[in-house]
């Protein structure tokens, strides 16, 4: 193991059974599958379903890397998912970056914890210094996961490992405010001042930067002077402060490898922390101040191996001169704090440019645009911290897409109810703002089945009772709801909330059209019950004269129609043209319609403006059986349809000369007739009823003279003629 010293607080979280190189994960690299040896891949999984170590070492010695990736899951992941323990030390030891995430933001301690229950692979990966913490794209972390998947050990292993390693910080931090502790803090102050060496220019540009700012100000050759020396005082303190932790560090001598796990060893076993010869400061000095002379040739460390002996404060004392007078770290912080005023002041002039344009950069460094379209993009995605940048720079919450939606739209379109505040926010405009399909916010939410987004645009101010005008569809959110196709609970409670909050049960949109005809429209019997009791008028009329009873007639949805006739509607009332309830269900074909409207009072010989019945537009539509129905209900026979082709046709001439002979036999000679022009004549081959004719005429007008005589109705459509006898006890 490499000879460590201690930094941070946080260092010894590094400590490993096994130290392992973590690579650094390639950003924006796409891997090459195509080499040949990602193409052992197959064997390498295959090797880890099976459990066979040997194989996959054997396959890493080939040169295999174990940071491929397939679709984002590392080899690590899936032995982690498989609770292959050894394979995972194996796949750890050959240098995976044990910290690498899928597409889902999971690690091998997420796929641990939620695929599968044993604590072996778990313990393996938490000592090998996984980031227990870490976060998915949802939010959870491995110990959620482990909890939701109820896996028992493995939540009270997690627990553990982050309870130690809060005990550990504790205890690290306390001891690096010892004596004892003040050179591994101290030498870890000057590792962090080490590393930003390279970065020497940054306050001579930054501060020099600033006075350039200031100069707009304050006079441009005075600020940037200003900031110009302020940016030196700054890099000559920082190398000062350096220079001075190097001196006395050289003072006490080499720090030996510690960390909270060898610090608790030491302590147990009396062995001395540092090395035998090391010096030590007094207690008392916090800080780099003077320091006690070098201690001689033959100093020795006490019985307990804590350093004993002191350094003279000289050793560390500033240089003398100029800098015996004047505090060159006060200096350095008085020309600070004069440049920091003057940003201060410029910053709360320009604050909100400055938060749009740092923002915007932040999107630009994502490879994300500040357009309208970037903006929609990511609110579909439902990416949160790109939408959180987005407003931060201020983009104009008003862009739409082709299909006119903004942003609050297409949010409530999929439901991403934890982003809607802010879009309200944004733009509370748009609240009640329709897309060109005409659909606002709270409707496209309704429609949509979004329950909880409905309630927050609600709570938002979203208007309930919002009706976009020249709408002949859905214009309101309580019509919008009922007018969904595929009407769920969720549906139903979003109907009653929006009740609740005061929705029109008699709303109408352009064409007259209100919520108890969209109920009607689809079936919605217990929201066409609640709507009632919000005080729905079962007698309500659009602009055509269409109500809600006329509506479930033609869709024969019987139910529906009978809940509205017990609740009062009027089963006579017709459209402006004089169509009613019943012709529309007679023309549809819905049987048990017809009988439920004729049960309950239907006028059966109604009749339209242009002078249709029931029995016209049943016979119109070819429907046979409400044929039947309606004549034997009493319907006028005279009020059948004969199309204009049969009127004018001059058929092949048929004679006829019987005297109660049976209806089949006549009827059959009149069919052979019609074959020749084309028709087709049915009828039932047991109509047994007697009758007598003389006559020689073209066949259709032989087949309405024994029709007039005989009752029977003639059900004709294109080139069929359907026999419909009618009061004969065929029909009784």
């Given at each position: ?249 050289e003072k006490v001598g080499p720090l030996p490898e510690l960390d909270i796990h060898l610090l608790r060893q030491k302590r147990r076993t009396g062995e ?94 994502r490879g994300i645009p500040l357009t309208g379209r970037a903006f929609l993009d990511a609110v579909s995605k439902n990416d949160g911290e790109a939408l ?262 001059k058929g092949s001439v048929v004679a006829i000369n019987v005297k109660r002979r049976a209806m089949r036999d006549v009827l059959k000679r009149i069919a ?61």
């Amino acid at each position: 193991m490499e000879e460590k010293t201690a930094g941070s607080n946080k260092g010894y979280q590094k400590q490993v059974k096994k130290e392992v190189a973590q690579p650094k994960p390639k950003k924006n690299v796409t891997p090459d599958y195509s080499s040949p040896l990602a193409k052992k891949w197959p064997a390498l999984i295959e090797a880890i379903e099976k459990g066979d170590a040997g194989a996959v070492q054997k396959l890493i010695e080939e040169g295999l890397n174990v940071n491929l990736a397939r679709s984002g899951v590392t080899p690590l992941m899936v032995a982690a998912s498989k609770g292959q323990e050894e394979i995972a030390r194996v796949i750890i030891e050959a240098g995976v970056n044990i910290n690498e995430k899928n597409d889902d933001g999971w690690n091998a301690l997420h796929k641990a914890a939620h695929d599968q229950p044993g604590t072996g692979i778990v313990e393996l990966l938490l000592e090998s210094g996984i980031d227990s913490e870490a976060k998915d794209r949802s939010g959870k972390t491995a110990l959620m996961l482990a909890e939701e998947r109820k896996h028992g050990d493995i939540v009270r292993e997690i627990k553990k490992h982050q309870g130690q390693l809060q005990t550990d910080a504790k205890e690290w931090t306390a001891f690096l405010h010892t004596a004892e502790g003040k050179p591994f803090r101290l030498k870890g102050r000057l590792d962090t001042l080490t590393s930003y060496t390279p970065l020497w220019w940054l306050p001579l540009a930054a501060l020099g930067g600033a006075g350039l700012v200031a100069g707009f100000f304050l006079g441009m050759v005075r600020s940037v002077v200003v900031g110009a020396i302020a940016g030196l005082l700054v890099v000559a303190g920082y190398y000062l402060r350096m220079t001075m932790l190097r001196k006395y560090l050289e003072k006490v001598g080499p720090l030996p490898e510690l960390d909270i796990h060898l610090l608790r060893q030491k302590r147990r076993t009396g062995e001395p922390i540092m090395a035998p010869g090391a010096r030590r400061i007094p207690e008392a000095a916090d800080e780099l101040l003077p320091a006690s002379p070098d201690l001689s040739e033959g100093s020795s460390p006490s019985e307990t191996g804590v350093l004993t002996a002191s350094v003279e404060d000289a050793e560390l004392r500033a240089p003398s001169g100029f800098f015996r007078k004047v505090d060159l770290k006060n200096v350095v912080f008085a020309g600070l704090a004069i440049v920091l005023i003057a940003l201060l002041a410029f910053a709360a002039v320009k604050k909100e440019s400055l938060a749009k344009w740092y923002f915007t950069k932040k999107l630009q460094h994502r490879g994300i645009p500040l357009t309208g379209r970037a903006f929609l993009d990511a609110v579909s995605k439902n990416d949160g911290e790109a939408l959180e940048l987005f407003i931060k720079a201020g983009i104009a919450g008003d862009a739409t897409n082709d299909k006119g939606q903004t942003g609050l739209i297409i949010a409530a379109e999929q439901g991403h109810a934890e982003h809607l505040h802010q879009l309200v926010r944004l733009t509370p405009a748009l609240l009640d703002q329709p897309d060109a399909s005409g659909m606002t916010p709270l409707m496209t939410a309704a429609y949509n089945g979004h329950e909880e987004f409905v309630q927050s645009l609600v709570e938002s101010g979203a208007d309930v009772n919002h009706i976009v005008q020249g709408q002949e569809g859905a214009a309101s959110a309580l019509q919008a709801v009922l007018d969904a196709p595929d009407f769920q609970e969720e549906h139903l409670r979003i109907m009653q909330y929006l009740l609740q909050k005061g929705a029109d049960v008699k709303g109408r949109n352009a064409a007259g059209r209100f919520p108890l005809q969209f109920a009607a429209a689809h079936d919605r019997l217990e929201a066409a019950m609640e709507l009632r009791e919000k005080g729905a008028d079962v007698n309500d009329a659009d602009l055509r004269g269409e109500t809600a009873l006329r509506v479930a007639a033609c869709s024969g949805y019987t139910d529906f129609i009978t809940f509205l006739i017990d609740q009062g509607a009027d089963v006579k009332t017709a459209t402006a043209d004089g169509q009613t309830p019943l012709m529309c269900a007679a023309h549809e074909g819905h049987v048990d319609s017809v009988t439920a409207l004729i049960a309950r009072g239907a006028d059966i010989n109604a009749k339209a403006a242009q002078g249709s019945t029931a029995l016209t537009e049943a016979s119109l539509a070819g429907n046979g059986e409400i044929v039947k129905l309606l004549l034997e209900k009493g319907a006028d026979p005279g009020s059948g349809y004969v199309p204009e082709p049969y009127r004018a046709l001059k058929g092949s001439v048929v004679a006829i000369n019987v005297k109660r002979r049976a209806m089949r036999d006549v009827l059959k000679r009149i069919a052979d007739a019609a074959a020749q022009d084309g028709y087709t004549i049915k009828y039932d081959p047991a109509l047994n009823q007697k009758t007598t004719l003389a006559v020689r005429a073209p066949w259709n007008v032989v087949l309405n003279k024994l029709a007039n005589k005989d009752h029977l109705f003639l059900l004709i459509k294109e080139k069929e003629v359907q026999i419909v006898p009618f009061h004969t006890p065929v029909i009784r």
